[in-house]
């Protein structure tokens, strides 16, 4: 591995330099470990690096800190670090350990291990390799149990048989390095992940954890593929009752991928678009808002996404929108501004109406940007008082902005003047 190490980028060969002269200094060995090492060995850039220390992870992670980190998180419980370094790489530091499990979806119990010990917990093969970062040793491949062969043949295995009832987060975790990479499923990791799906494990996950494999599926490039495959292996109900993979629905998810690739490569790239929560919204799109409600509290939703998830519905369930008809710019803005872009998008991928899609285009890319240059101050200074009068004055010249006939600013304070009367 010594030769793929020397291929990396200079701040990551810089810091596998420092964390080798750190390691033989205080005398514990250092590996590379878990999704960094499979990346590397596929030619994949990762910067997210996996770290196990046999000895004392957390004294390693600290020493380490001192010299390159810029931020530090210390899990004592678990006997962990995440570093951020000053080149923005991200480490997580781990003692080795073996784990057991109390009860399936719960987090595992912690013992101290050797480096077997800690890959021999691990969800597959592919992601239980490591790297030596030691003295004689620098750059050699660990890998007990045949990942290397398993990339190379572009399978996902599992390395026990209670694997998935351990960790159920592994049954979407197979799904998700399944359609990453375009490989299949050991036939007995498919027997096995079946098993654990018939045993309704899925259901019996804590929520907050599922929410977070959810939209680690939905953060993947293409996640209509990852949903049908899903549903293929799992069903959607467990993620929610009334969640069904109809056709329409595979389309929906399609027909977002398109739109989200359009904003994207669009004038509005420089835009935030959180492309996962567009693919939520359209998983989501059967559900009553009622259902859509109690879905957003059990999963304990970020306040924010909750509110563009909601207002989504909203807005489709309100059929006097007149989006199908040819609309004058201020009631286009009126309705159209209070969505986020999020629930802008999933609107346009559910209206196939070509009045309808022209209107948000147009929003889209007409009217929403559109500010006034005047504010309350200068109106202020033109003798008005502070209070609501100031807003309305706004709002006027926002509108007539909006219909296009002023642009500057000098022409947004001659209809200040005018709607004050001031000459
Ligand atoms: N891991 C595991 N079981 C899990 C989650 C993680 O065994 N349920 C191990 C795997 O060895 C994995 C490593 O912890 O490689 C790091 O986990 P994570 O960062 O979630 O995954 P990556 O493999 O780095 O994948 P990604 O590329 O999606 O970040």
Redesign the pocket.
């Known amino acids: 591995m010594k030769k793929i190490l020397a291929r990396q980028s200079k701040k990551i060969k810089s810091l596998i330099k420092q964390m080798a002269i750190l390691s033989d200094k205080e005398n514990c060995s250092v590996f590379l470990?878990?999704?960094?090492v499979?990346?590397l060995i596929l030619g994949i850039d990762?910067f997210?690096l996996?770290i196990v220390v046999e000895g004392n992870g957390l004294s390693f992670a600290k020493r380490l800190f001192n010299c390159l980190g810029e931020s530090i998180v210390v899990h004592k419980r678990f006997a962990t670090a995440t570093i951020i370094t000053k080149d923005k790489l991200k480490l997580d530091i781990a003692t080795a350990r073996s784990e057991s499990y109390a009860s399936p979806g719960v987090l595992p119990e912690v013992i101290f291990g050797s480096l077997r010990d800690d890959l021999k917990?691990?969800?597959f093969s592919i992601?239980?390799m490591a790297i030596s970062l030691n003295g004689s040793s620098f750059g050699e491949l660990v890998d007990y149990f045949g990942g290397k062969k398993d990339l190379r043949e572009k399978r996902i295995r599992i390395l026990h048989d209670l694997s998935f009832i351990d960790?159920p987060?592994?049954i979407t975790?197979a799904i998700?390095f399944k359609a990453r990479f375009g490989f299949s499923l050991d036939e007995k990791t498919e027997f096995l992940l079946k098993q654990a799906v018939k045993k309704r494990l899925l259901f019996k996950m804590q929520k907050h954890r599922l929410r977070d494999e959810i939209i680690?599926l939905l953060k993947e490039q293409k996640p209509a593929v990852y949903i049908k495959e899903l549903n293929r292996l799992c069903g959607l109900k467990f993620i929610y009752s009334g969640i069904v993979f109809f056709p329409s629905l595979d389309r929906l998810l399609k027909t977002i991928e398109k739109e989200v690739r359009w904003f994207t490569n669009s004038q509005f790239s420089k835009r935030q678009l959180e492309a996962w929560l567009v693919y939520l919204i359209g998983m989501l799109d059967g559900l009553t808002l009622t259902k859509l409600r109690k879905f957003c509290f059990e999963y304990a939703l970020r306040k924010k996404d909750t509110k563009r998830i909601l207002s989504y519905k909203n807005f489709m369930l309100k059929k006097e929108r007149k989006l199908h008809e040819v609309l004058k710019p201020v009631y286009l803005y009126k309705i159209m501004s209070p969505l986020s872009y999020e629930a802008i998008i999933a609107v346009l991928a559910k209206e196939n109406n070509r009045t309808a899609r022209m209107n948000i285009v147009r929003f889209l890319e007409e009217f929403h940007t559109i500010r006034p240059h005047i504010n309350g101050d200068i109106i202020k200074e033109l003798g008005i008082k502070e209070g609501p009068l100031i807003k309305k004055i706004i709002n006027q010249v926002h509108n007539a902005r909006i219909n296009k006939t002023i642009h500057t600013f000098d022409q947004e304070l001659d209809l200040v003047r005018k709607i004050l009367r001031i000459k």
């Open positions: 470990v878990g999704g960094f499979r990346d990762n997210d996996d917990r691990r969800d992601n239980a960790d987060t592994r975790r998700r680690l």
